[in-house]
């Protein structure tokens, strides 16, 4: 899939959402993820979500980079752009080198986990899912949920 092959109704840019939030707590966030501790991000994630102090109530709202349906599954994805610097730090005048090489698996799910990257990969899709039920006819979200993608943008190579 290349995201420029994408026609414009495969796609929705900068989708904005306001999420009601009855009362959440951080054991409420850990539970969550919990349900499947086998997960990308769960074992691990968990012990660091747990380290957060969250007690929200009110509305969240926030922006999904980019929207998308992959055609050849009809499935719906959410990507969002990252800026992470990851590279290495110098001492003095010399500037810091940062590469596409830097951007290894292990590099780039680092910066997942300490940013709580995993946490709003799932609140986005929440978002996702709440919109696709409104608006997508016949949803079912076995059939049309995808899942997200990340992409370090400072890790792409140059064409």
């Known amino acids: 899939l290349q995201l420029a092959d994408l026609r414009p109704e495969q796609r929705l840019h900068e989708l904005s ?16 993820f919990q349900a499947d501790s086998t997960a ?12 957060l102090t969250v007690n929200s109530r009110g509305v ?10 992959d055609p050849a599954t ?3 994805w959410f990507l969002d752009w990252k800026s992470n610097w990851i590279g290495e730090r ?3 005048a010399e500037p810091g080198l940062c590469g596409p ?3 290894s698996q292990e590099a780039m799910e680092e910066q997942m986990l300490h940013h709580h990257y ?4 799932h609140l986005y899709l929440v978002a996702l899912h709440r919109h696709l039920r409104w608006r997508l006819p016949d949803y079912d979200p076995e059939q049309h949920l995808g899942g997200y993608v990340y ?8 064409r």
């Open 17 to 32: 959402f306001d999420l009601p939030v009855q009362h959440i707590r951080t054991a409420d966030l850990v539970r969550a």
């Open 40 to 51: 990308r991000f769960g074992g691990d994630y968990i012990h660091r979500l747990a380290g």
């Open 60 to 69: 969240l709202t926030g922006s999904i980079d980019l929207v998308f349906c």
């Open 74 to 76: 009809q499935r719906w």
């Open 90 to 92: 110098r001492t003095g």
């Open 101 to 103: 090489h830097h951007y």
């Open 118 to 121: 995993p946490l709003q990969a």
């Open 151 to 158: 992409c370090f943008l400072r890790g792409c190579p140059e």
